[in-house]
């Protein structure tokens, strides 16, 4: 019996081996409640509800295990007899193991300061450059962060979300995208900064494609840029100084969202009980009506749908995106990712955590 319980006092750890499986369940988790955060935030917007933000700020997993064993025992004194067939003594091993998983995760909500310049203040034009540089397609990363280039709109949703608060995007705008495209398909286009980053330029390397020179010049014409130039200063503005700058009115996460959530199909008897608006019509560009950047879908009734890349209740009904939508999926990835771009830093005291530990 007692070598059946030794085997529990000994000196082993259990915290490696969770290492591996909890990393990636909380991964995992972390992940998911971060989409569903974000696309419920997408519908509340779209129904005219606040928005709110949750942090995960920090996850602590703590482990504990103890283990104790014991025994007891009781002999008769010698030479002090007992009664015939008597118990004369007794044995009695104790062991026991306590194991407990006790993780602390703690919540931050976005506000105050913070929530105004991650939220509110414009994207800065370094980050959009950046991700282009990257190789985010251009007519995307403009689409969705930039608000005007050299006075030339691009889409605005602002008021409301409604059809007389949409306001369609200059035709050239499109054009302008379109082109854009091209170059940066061939590879011709680049981004340089200063050493202290402050400094942008758009470089147009001259290429030996003949569709490609073209482009440039579509888009020299476009932005009203020197045609003779390849290298161009990107500058935060609605006006550019000269023939040789780039101005650009870059939006805020919010106007991001905004007009996000202003394509998401709703339920018709929500629009018929004035619970919401239509949903507004989309844009033309040069081959025709322009898509929304997400689908965004809602279910006619109370039930999941099956195959969701993320799905949430709001109302009755079920929004989702489709688990086969990659299009979808990868921009609505994206705008995730627009948030650690606007993230500056924070001045938040961060809490601090007692961890106890155990031998």
């Known amino acids: 019996m007692l070598l059946s319980v030794l085997p529990l006092t000994a000196c082993d750890s259990i915290g490696p081996g969770t290492v591996t499986r909890d990393r990636a369940d909380y991964a995992g988790s972390v992940g998911d409640s971060w989409k569903s955060q974000m696309l419920l935030n997408l519908v509340k917007l779209r129904y005219g509800d606040i928005p709110v933000f949750m942090d995960v700020g920090s996850v602590v997993a703590g482990y504990s295990l103890q283990k104790t064993l014991s025994g007891t025992a009781s002999f008769n004194t010698f030479n002090q007899g007992a009664p015939f067939q008597a118990i004369t003594g007794s044995l009695g091993p104790t062991a026991s193991v306590t194991y407990n998983d006790s993780p602390t995760i703690t919540y931050t909500p976005l506000q105050g300061e913070r929530f105004a310049r991650s939220i509110m203040g414009s994207i800065p034009p370094q980050s959009i450059m950046n991700v282009l540089q990257a190789g985010f397609p251009v007519d995307v990363v403009f689409r969705l962060s930039v608000q005007s280039i050299n006075g030339i709109d691009n889409r605005r949703v602002a008021g409301g979300i409604s059809r007389e608060h949409v306001r369609p995007a200059n035709p050239e705008f499109y054009v302008l995208l379109d082109q854009l495209g ?134 009755g009904h079920w929004f989702w995106i489709d688990d086969r939508d990659p299009a979808s999926k990868n921009l609505f990835s994206f705008i995730l990712l627009l948030f650690t771009f606007v993230e500056t830093g924070s001045k938040d005291i961060v809490p601090v955590l007692s961890i106890p530990t155990t031998r």
Do not use: C, W
Not at 186 to 211: E, M, P, Q, W, Y
Not at 277 to 289: K, M
Not at 290 to 307: A, F, Q, W
């Open 182 to 315: 091209r170059i940066q398909n061939s590879g011709d286009i680049g981004v340089r900064a200063n050493a202290k980053n402050d400094t942008l330029t758009l470089v147009f390397r001259r290429s030996h494609s003949a569709a490609v020179r073209q482009a440039v010049r579509n888009v020299t014409q476009i932005l009203s840029l020197d045609p003779s130039a390849t290298e161009f200063n990107v500058v935060f503005g609605a006006v550019p100084t000269g023939n040789k700058e780039i101005a650009m009115v870059t939006r805020s996460i919010f106007e991001v969202l905004l007009d996000i959530s202003s394509t998401i199909r709703v339920p018709e008897s929500h629009v018929v009980e004035h619970r919401v608006a239509s949903t507004p019509e989309g844009d033309l560009g040069p081959q025709g009506s322009i898509p929304p950047l997400v689908k965004i879908e809602s279910t006619n009734s109370n039930e999941k749908p099956g195959d969701a890349f993320v799905a949430i209740p709001y109302k």
